[in-house]
Every structure is written in C-alpha cells, then in structure tokens.
C-alpha cells in the first residue's frame, strides 16, 4: 500500500525559503520508473502542477516557479523535499506530494496547509 | 503549454441523474493521457481516471471517460449523494503538467 504525507511550516513570513518534506512509503526511489511530484492548490482555487522527481534523478518544474523550486531525495529516508524560494502571499495554498505512474499522479498524500503572511 | 478549460463551471443536478462534464484541451494530448480526479472539500484529490477511459482502482462503472479529439469527457451515469463534489482534468502527457479550472457537481 502507498502512502504519502507531507510536513512542513504551517506559517513563513514573505521572502522567506519554503521547505516541504514527503515522507512515503510503500515504494522506494531507488526502484526504476518510480518518481513523486507537488501540487499545490490555493485556498477555493484549482489544482496546480508544481515539480516532479524521477529515481534517476530526472526533474521537471512548472516553467513560471522553475527559478524558484528545488526538488531533491533522500532514497535512504523515503523523502523528497521540495523548496520555495523568496516565497509571497500568492504562495499560499495546501501543498500535496504524490506517487507517479508515469507521469500520473495516482496517490496522493493528505496535503498540507502552508500561510505567506508578515 | 496544454491549457485545459472545463465546462460547465458548475453543474446542479439530482441524485440519479446523469452528469456529463467537458474537458477541452488547447492541442493534442498525446497518448491520451488525460485523467479526471474527484475532490470533496477537505480531501485530497482520488483518482478515478487515467488514459482518457481506464477506470482506476475501486472506482465504480457508473463513471467513465471518453474523448472526441481534444474534447473529453467523464460521464457519471447516475449520480450517487456521495458523487457531488469538484472534478478536475489533468494532461500528464506533457510537461508542464496542467490541470483544468475544476467543475462543481452541486445537488440541485
């Protein structure tokens, strides 16, 4: 069974780095084929494609957050971390990870509420 | 960029009635790869199509997926009480990935 939650600060002030953890379990990041992505969705708004990572190490980013997301893994922990730079108020949003089919999200971790405020 | 429009924006129905909801894509989604997730408020989305017409798992056959070029389409053939909630469109068949803007079944 896979599972996927995520963790971070509830709060980060304007300009501030975001640093969000996935924790999964169920597969493994070493494993072929086998990658995690971020969507994030802002509070009454639509779904929004941010990042993904491969096993191998390929990534993709969402073209307009690209100069601002890093997205890395610990294959040893079962984590992927994703950071924000010089985040906004318009960064606020409940941030999900997910396990990949492909390119398909096809689980999905619980979310988790992040607020840009002074 | 794939944009994805969905319409309508929002859809009010009755229980047993049957919804269909719109999924244009701006060009050609390769492969067909294109799913539709259901979110209720509070929850993450959970996929209930993948590949344009592939059920995902535990889903029930009154949902279903079709496509007519770059125009798709889930159907839900009767609606159930737990069916009302917001449906997205996602194009996973290039990057950037992009999601429609979502469409409300409400209870009429």
């Known amino acids: 069974q896979i599972t996927l939650k995520e963790s971070g600060p509830i709060l980060v002030k304007p300009t501030q780095t975001l640093t969000l953890t996935c924790t999964f379990s169920?597969?493994?990041?070493?494993?072929?084929?086998?990658?995690v992505g971020w969507i994030r969705q802002p509070p009454g708004k639509a779904l929004e494609w941010l990042a993904l990572l491969y096993w191998n190490d390929d990534n993709h980013f969402s073209p307009s957050l690209k100069t601002r997301l890093t997205i890395t893994k610990d294959t040893s922990k079962n984590q992927v971390v994703l950071r924000m730079t010089n985040v906004d108020p318009t960064d606020t949003a409940t941030y999900y990870c997910?396990?990949?089919?492909?390119?398909?999200?096809?689980?999905w971790g619980q979310g988790t509420p992040v607020s840009v405020s002074s | 960029e794939i944009v994805l429009t969905q319409s309508p924006g929002t859809l009010s129905l009755s229980p047993g009635q049957r919804a269909t909801l719109s999924c244009r894509a701006s060009q050609s989604v390769g492969n067909n790869y294109l799913a539709w997730y259901q979110q209720k408020p509070g929850q993450a989305p959970r996929l209930l199509i993948y590949n344009t017409y592939s059920r995902a798992t535990g889903i029930p056959d009154r949902f279903s997926g079709s496509e007519s070029g770059t125009d798709f389409t889930l159907t839900i053939s009767r609606l159930e009480p737990e069916d009302f909630a917001v449906y997205y469109c996602?194009?996973?068949?290039?990057?950037?990935?992009?999601f429609g803007q979502g469409t409300k079944v409400e209870i009429k």
């Open positions: 997910t396990h990949l089919a492909g390119w398909l999200s096809d689980s």
């Open positions: 169920g597969f493994s990041l070493s494993t072929s084929a086998v990658g």
């Open positions: 996602h194009q996973y068949a290039f990057s950037p990935l992009t």
